[in-house]
């Protein structure tokens, strides 16, 4: 597991715009997403929506303190809409 090189990546789709942050952006999402990244310490809508995303065959990766690792305080979930990303990151990640 190598936080700092997941973390690197998730600011990379961030500046390349594949990130869709929060819960209410991701509530309504209908295009691709190939990984949701949820905060361990979530609350009860955001692990709603995560697990919508999951029942849909989406990968879906619980993290400790996902602020750190987006770069965003308030961060409790985020998708990526990029599959090299995605899969770069759960390398990374687990």
Request: hydrophobic share 40%.
């Amino acid at each position: 597991m190598d936080r700092i090189k997941a973390k690197n990546y998730v600011n990379i789709a961030n500046k390349a715009g594949y990130l869709i942050i929060g819960s209410d952006k991701l509530d309504g999402y209908k295009q691709k997403l190939y990984l949701v990244l949820i905060d361990k310490n979530a609350g009860k809508s955001s692990l709603k929506i995560a697990n919508r995303f999951a029942e849909n065959g989406i990968k879906l990766v619980q993290v400790d303190n996902l602020g750190e690792l987006s770069g965003i305080a308030t961060c409790k979930i985020l998708g990526i809409k990029n599959k090299n990303l995605s899969d770069l990151i759960v390398e990374n990640l687990t």
